[in-house]
């Protein structure tokens, strides 16, 4: 089930906040709308990779023969049907779209797609990586620091570090999101976190935070 659908399913007035710090999770939300990220960076006054253009990534994929082949030698079936193949190597574990019925998958979502209670805070954007970070150590790699304190992703340390440094600010996701693009750029990190969101939930606050007077 993609998140979108899980999205519709919140009750009027409701929000579902994602903050993902994975790889490759630009656009986990599908159809919601873009506030930060590489096609919006040059009208926000942010910087995109080397600070000029915003870089528009190229869609990658496999080729369908090289895919079969691959699967073919692993489950030894003579089938052209993907879903065969990964329903023999995970088993369970394999995705409900080979598994439900094909008039449950082909059935019409209700309520239908519609971008506005969903809001994404990805760790970067969909063709990059995400890295970790010791805080305890000086040391930091996509492999996790060392040092005596347990690693944990760059970009959640980046959102702890923006609210730590403004407890008297109500801060939105907006301005969550540009603050912790400017703290993973101040560390020399080469990925850029992204919002997905309406225009309203853009500047809608983060979370729960202190009820503080804005200033």
């Known amino acids: ?24 999770s630009g656009c986990l939300i599908d159809k919601e709308k873009e506030q930060i990220g ?12 080397d600070g000029t253009a915003p870089f528009i990534p190229k869609a990658k994929s496999i080729p369908f023969d090289s895919l079969l082949h691959f699967l073919s030698t692993l489950t030894k079936i003579n089938t052209s049907d993907i879903g065969t193949h990964l329903l023999q190597c995970f088993g369970a574990d394999a995705s409900l779209r080979f598994h439900m019925p094909r008039e449950e998958l082909d059935a019409p979502i209700d309520p ?26 000086s040391a930091a790699s996509a492999g996790g620091g060392g040092g005596a304190g347990k690693a944990y992703g760059a970009f959640s340390n980046a959102v702890q570090t923006v609210l730590r440094e403004n407890p008297r ?21 080469a990925q850029h976190p992204c919002l997905y969101c309406s225009d309203e939930n853009a500047d809608a606050s983060f979370l729960w935070q202190p009820q503080v007077a804005d200033v």
């Open 1 to 24: 089930m993609d998140f979108r659908q899980l999205v519709n399913r919140l009750p009027k007035g409701s929000s579902f906040t994602i903050l993902s710090d994975s790889c490759h």
């Open 112 to 137: 239908p797609l519609k971008p506005d209670e969903g809001i994404l805070l990805s760790g970067c954007q969909a063709n990059e990586t995400c890295v970790d970070v010791n805080p305890w150590s």
């Open 169 to 189: 600010r109500r801060l939105s996701n907006r301005e969550v999101v540009a603050a912790a693009r400017a703290v993973l750029e101040a560390q020399g990190f």
């Open 38 to 49: 590489p096609s919006t960076v040059s009208s926000l006054g942010l910087r995109d990779g």
